[in-house]
């Protein structure tokens, strides 16, 4: 296989990883958040109303959700080197930086994505045993702590993303790289996700479609990204040069 399909290859793993992840989030943060529905979890000091859209899904629902993303990481390890081959006409100073901690970022996302499981079942389990105050007592803690551990990796996470995507936008602007000059805020992928954060965050979709995707922004975001830089790449004599 030429190095030219190589990089095609990667990125479409890329998008593939992406696809997965939002699926991902759509299996374990889609559903509606129906307070009414869950009175036993309501009345409970320091549940957050959030965490309802977990709780009506099934155990297998919630599994399912968290390993789509799991299992498809190693794919954004190919995108990795997809966007190195991107930057790379650039040389390493440019294009070295900016992919590792990309590669960094995508590994912290899928402990955060897989994280969501134990903290969705932890409050499953304490809707069900609501009536057992001692039960009820250790289980909160435990959801508790699941969640700080997953909110503690959204830091590193939040600052490769605004590192990398600096990076990106720098050198693609310069025009030594395989990106056309004004790609580069598309190629990163802060402002894809930024922008699609704010689309499934807001009230801005209708009925089911705001619900099922309520908790993709970031996995959306980089579909873009990476649907981009593939699209772009996909002809260009001087990616895959490296």
Same mark, same amino acid.
Request: hydrophobic share 50%; no cysteine; charged share 15%.
């Given at each position: 296989?030429?190095?030219?399909?190589?990089?095609?290859?990667?990125?479409?793993?890329?998008?593939?990883?992406?696809?997965?992840?939002?699926?991902?989030?759509?299996?374990?943060?889609?559903?509606?958040?129906?307070?009414?529905?869950?009175?036993?979890?309501?009345?409970?000091?320091?549940?957050?109303?959030?965490?309802?859209?977990?709780?009506?899904?099934?155990?297998?629902?919630?599994?399912?959700?968290?390993?789509?993303?799991?299992?498809?990481?190693?794919?954004?390890?190919?995108?990795?080197?997809? +966007?190195?081959?991107? $930057? %790379? /006409?650039?040389?390493?100073?440019? *294009? =070295?930086?900016?992919?590792?901690? !990309?590669? &960094?970022?995508?590994?912290?996302?899928?402990?955060?994505?897989?994280?969501?499981?134990?903290?969705?079942?932890?409050?499953?389990?304490?809707?069900?045993?609501?009536?057992?105050?001692?039960?009820?007592?250790?289980?909160?803690?435990?959801?508790?702590?699941?969640?700080?551990?997953?909110?503690?990796?959204?830091?590193?996470?939040?600052?490769?993303?605004?590192?990398?995507?600096?990076?990106?936008?720098?050198?693609?602007?310069?025009?030594?790289?395989?990106?056309?000059?004004?790609?580069?805020? +598309?190629?990163?992928? $802060? %402002? /894809?996700?930024?922008?699609?954060? *704010? =689309?499934?965050?807001?009230?801005? !979709?209708? &009925?089911?479609?705001?619900?099922?995707?309520?908790?993709?922004?970031?996995?959306?975001?980089?579909?873009?990204?990476?649907?981009?830089?593939?699209?772009?790449?996909?002809?260009?004599?001087?990616?895959?040069?490296?």
């Amino acid at each position: 296989m030429s190095r030219k399909n190589l990089v095609r290859g990667a990125g479409l793993a890329g998008v593939v990883a992406s696809a997965a992840y939002a699926i991902g989030d759509v299996l374990l943060l889609g559903r509606r958040v129906e307070p009414q529905r869950h009175p036993a979890l309501v009345e409970v000091t320091g549940v957050d109303r959030g965490v309802l859209s977990m709780v009506p899904s099934s155990t297998h629902r919630l599994m399912a959700g968290a390993l789509a993303g799991v299992y498809a990481t190693p794919l954004y390890l190919a995108a990795v080197w997809h +966007l190195y081959q991107g $930057l %790379a /006409p650039a040389g390493p100073r440019r *294009a =070295l930086p900016p992919t590792l901690a !990309l590669a &960094g970022a995508w590994t912290w996302a899928s402990f955060i994505h897989g994280s969501f499981f134990h903290t969705g079942q932890a409050y499953k389990d304490l809707e069900a045993l609501a009536d057992d105050p001692r039960a009820r007592e250790q289980l909160l803690a435990t959801a508790k702590a699941f969640e700080r551990a997953t909110l503690s990796a959204y830091a590193p996470l939040g600052l490769a993303f605004v590192v990398a995507s600096g990076l990106i936008v720098d050198a693609v602007r310069r025009g030594e790289t395989a990106y056309p000059r004004w790609s580069g805020p +598309l190629v990163a992928p $802060l %402002a /894809p996700i930024a922008a699609a954060t *704010a =689309l499934t965050a807001g009230h801005v !979709l209708p &009925g089911r479609a705001r619900h099922g995707l309520q908790g993709a922004g970031i996995s959306l975001g980089n579909l873009v990204s990476l649907a981009a830089s593939t699209v772009l790449l996909w002809r260009n004599r001087r990616a895959g040069t490296a």
